[in-house]
């Protein structure tokens, strides 16, 4: 039942954000918009279904995908090791983007470079808990927003929060919509932003149904908090909110 919830309101999230991703383009409010749950739905549905059923009553949202993780394997702050070998996920083809970038390539599960923030979050969620299954038990990754976006000759990996116009206000309220969606779905009591504008979003989407808010540090490797100590200090951070 909650796999099947979850599967659902992501399949409606993929449509409606695919709509609001052409308005982003034709507006110029970024010039390239990639929808990983479209091209990347079969590693996202194989997620859910792994992920899912597992009991969580705490999430850990993100804020967009990474372009060497979920851009690449629909998986929230994937890492292609982590697909692989904790999660074991693996055989599964990738498409590619409706208008894909040369500078921003797409290739699946066989991506050839770990994403860092990926690779450290995972790793602090095994350090705590040990195999795939007993993660999920404790805790849900999932991002606020689907679409990556890109501007510039160079393809540049742009924020949601850095960009206005009249349909990024729209993605990001119907992202919204789908955050609540997943809180009812696995009846989660607690939402851990990852860094402050994730933090920010579920206050502000979740304010009425009484879900527990905190917050971590983001683990992206241009963040002085992630690097300060060798990292020491951001892993004792995301220790001292995990359930």
Same mark, same amino acid.
Request: charged fraction near 25%; proline fraction near 5%.
């Given at each position: 039942m909650v796999v099947d919830a979850l599967l659902r309101s992501a399949a409606s999230l993929r449509d409606d954000a695919e709509a609001l991703a052409e308005g982003l383009v034709s507006e110029g409010a970024v010039d390239c918009v990639y929808n990983p749950l479209s +091209? %990347?739905?079969? !590693?996202?549905? %194989? +997620?859910l279904?792994? %992920?899912?059923?597992?009991? %969580?009553?705490? =999430? =850990? =949202?993100?804020?967009?995908?990474?372009?060497h993780g979920m851009g690449q394997m629909g998986i929230p702050f994937a890492a292609t090791s982590v !697909?692989?070998?904790l999660l074991k996920i693996r055989g599964i083809d990738v498409g590619q983007p409706s208008n894909p970038h040369p500078k921003r390539p797409v290739n699946g599960l066989e991506h050839p470079k770990e994403e860092v923030s990926g690779t450290r979050l995972w790793g602090v969620l095994a350090e705590r808990y040990g195999t795939a299954e007993t993660?999920?038990?404790h !805790?849900?990754?999932v991002n606020h927003c689907p679409l990556m976006l890109f501007s510039g000759p160079r393809a540049a990996n742009i924020t949601p929060d850095k960009v206005c116009s009249p349909s990024v206000t729209a993605l990001l309220e119907r992202c919204d919509q789908h955050l609540r969606e997943v809180v009812a779905a696995m009846t989660a009591e607690t939402v851990i932003g990852v860094g402050r504008y994730a933090e920010s979003r579920a206050? $502000? $989407? =979740?304010?009425?149904l009484g879900t527990r808010i905190s917050s971590c540090w983001h683990p992206s490797p241009a963040s002085p908090l992630a690097n300060r100590n060798g990292g020491a200090d951001w892993r004792a951070n995301v220790l001292a909110v995990l359930p």
């Open positions: +091209y %990347a739905w079969e !590693v996202h549905e %194989a +997620y279904r792994k %992920a899912g059923g597992g009991g %969580a009553r705490t =999430l =850990l =949202l993100g804020m967009n995908p990474g372009p !697909v692989r070998d993660i999920f038990k !805790v849900f990754l206050t $502000s $989407s =979740l304010k009425d």
